[in-house]
Protein backbone atom coordinates (compact mmCIF):
# COMPACT_ATOMS: atom_id res chain seq x y z
CA UNK A 1 0.00 0.00 0.00
CA UNK A 2 0.91 3.33 -0.77
CA UNK A 3 0.77 6.13 1.76
CA UNK A 4 0.63 9.76 1.37
CA UNK A 5 0.12 12.78 3.78
CA UNK A 6 -1.36 15.84 3.56
CA UNK A 7 -3.07 19.02 5.27
CA UNK A 8 0.62 20.79 6.54
CA UNK A 9 0.93 24.06 6.71
CA UNK A 10 2.43 27.58 8.37
CA UNK A 11 -0.01 28.22 11.77
CA UNK A 12 0.19 30.45 14.79
CA UNK A 13 0.55 28.75 17.84
CA UNK A 14 -3.24 28.24 19.10
CA UNK A 15 -3.71 27.39 15.65
CA UNK A 16 -5.24 23.72 14.56
CA UNK A 17 -4.48 21.76 11.55
CA UNK A 18 -6.06 18.71 10.34
CA UNK A 19 -3.94 16.19 8.77
CA UNK A 20 -4.59 13.34 6.37
CA UNK A 21 -3.16 10.05 5.22
CA UNK A 22 -4.59 8.71 2.24
CA UNK A 23 -3.79 5.05 1.30
CA UNK A 24 -3.62 3.61 -2.41
CA UNK A 25 -6.23 0.92 -1.06
CA UNK A 26 -8.38 0.10 1.87
CA UNK A 27 -6.78 0.50 5.60
CA UNK A 28 -9.57 0.34 8.03
CA UNK A 29 -9.62 -3.55 8.99
CA UNK A 30 -6.67 -4.44 7.27
CA UNK A 31 -3.62 -2.17 9.02
CA UNK A 32 -2.96 -0.12 12.18
CA UNK A 33 -2.10 3.33 11.14
CA UNK A 34 0.39 5.90 13.13
CA UNK A 35 1.79 9.26 12.80
CA UNK A 36 5.19 10.25 13.22
CA UNK A 37 7.38 13.57 13.70
CA UNK A 38 10.36 14.62 12.85
CA UNK A 39 12.14 17.52 14.22
CA UNK A 40 14.86 19.48 11.94
CA UNK A 41 18.01 17.23 12.44
CA UNK A 42 16.27 15.08 15.07
CA UNK A 43 14.64 11.47 15.04
CA UNK A 44 11.58 10.87 14.45
CA UNK A 45 8.77 10.47 17.07
CA UNK A 46 5.56 8.59 17.85
CA UNK A 47 2.60 10.63 17.59
CA UNK A 48 -0.79 8.69 17.57
CA UNK A 49 -1.80 5.37 16.58
CA UNK A 50 -4.90 3.83 15.97
CA UNK A 51 -5.27 -0.07 15.70
CA UNK A 52 -7.74 -1.73 13.43
CA UNK A 53 -10.44 -1.64 16.47
CA UNK A 54 -10.51 1.39 16.44
CA UNK A 55 -8.57 1.55 19.80
CA UNK A 56 -5.92 5.06 19.71
CA UNK A 57 -2.65 5.85 21.55
CA UNK A 58 -1.04 8.91 21.68
CA UNK A 59 2.17 10.54 22.99
CA UNK A 60 2.04 11.96 26.26
CA UNK A 61 3.20 15.45 24.28
CA UNK A 62 -0.18 15.47 22.08
CA UNK A 63 -2.96 13.99 24.94
CA UNK A 64 -5.69 16.17 24.77
CA UNK A 65 -4.51 18.21 22.19
CA UNK A 66 -4.68 15.84 18.37
CA UNK A 67 -6.61 13.47 17.79
CA UNK A 68 -6.39 10.17 15.50
CA UNK A 69 -9.71 8.79 13.38
CA UNK A 70 -10.89 7.06 10.52
CA UNK A 71 -12.59 8.14 7.65
CA UNK A 72 -15.72 7.08 8.59
CA UNK A 73 -17.32 7.05 4.71
CA UNK A 74 -13.42 6.14 3.28
CA UNK A 75 -11.50 3.31 4.48
CA UNK A 76 -8.22 4.82 2.64
CA UNK A 77 -7.77 7.78 4.86
CA UNK A 78 -6.26 7.88 8.12
CA UNK A 79 -6.78 11.96 10.17
CA UNK A 80 -4.65 13.55 12.43
CA UNK A 81 -6.44 16.65 14.06
CA UNK A 82 -4.35 18.59 16.03
CA UNK A 83 -5.54 21.37 18.17
CA UNK A 84 -3.83 24.13 20.64
CA UNK A 85 -0.26 23.45 18.17
CA UNK A 86 2.67 24.99 19.72
CA UNK A 87 6.15 25.87 18.43
CA UNK A 88 7.52 22.53 19.66
CA UNK A 89 5.14 20.62 17.28
CA UNK A 90 7.15 21.88 14.15
CA UNK A 91 8.15 18.88 12.06
CA UNK A 92 7.47 16.93 9.05
CA UNK A 93 4.94 14.77 10.01
CA UNK A 94 3.96 11.21 8.13
CA UNK A 95 1.64 8.37 8.46
CA UNK A 96 3.22 4.71 8.06
CA UNK A 97 0.89 1.35 8.61
CA UNK A 98 1.17 -1.88 9.10
CA UNK A 99 -1.23 -5.14 9.67
CA UNK A 100 1.46 -6.43 12.07
CA UNK A 101 1.57 -3.94 14.91
CA UNK A 102 0.55 -5.03 18.67
CA UNK A 103 0.89 -2.37 21.86
CA UNK A 104 4.57 -3.30 22.36
CA UNK A 105 5.53 -2.15 18.99
CA UNK A 106 3.22 0.09 17.83
CA UNK A 107 5.41 3.14 18.90
CA UNK A 108 8.42 2.34 17.06
CA UNK A 109 8.82 2.92 13.40
CA UNK A 110 10.40 0.13 12.07
CA UNK A 111 7.83 -2.18 13.28
CA UNK A 112 6.08 -0.89 10.84
CA UNK A 113 5.74 -2.14 6.66
CA UNK A 114 4.77 1.07 4.96
CA UNK A 115 5.50 5.00 5.32
CA UNK A 116 4.55 7.79 3.08
CA UNK A 117 6.36 10.98 2.49
CA UNK A 118 5.86 13.26 4.67
CA UNK A 119 4.08 17.09 5.00
CA UNK A 120 5.49 19.82 7.18
CA UNK A 121 4.24 21.41 9.95
CA UNK A 122 5.34 24.96 11.41
CA UNK A 123 4.11 26.37 14.08
CA UNK A 124 5.30 30.13 14.51
CA UNK A 125 4.97 31.72 18.06
Known amino acids: VQLQASGGGLVQAGGSLRLSCAAS????????VAWFRQPPGKDGDFVAG????????YADSVKGRFTISRDNNNSNTVYLQMNSLKPEDTADYYC???????????????????RGQGTQVTVSS
Open 25 to 32: GPMSNRYT
Open 96 to 114: AASSTIILSNLRRQTAYNY
Open 50 to 57: IFRNSATH
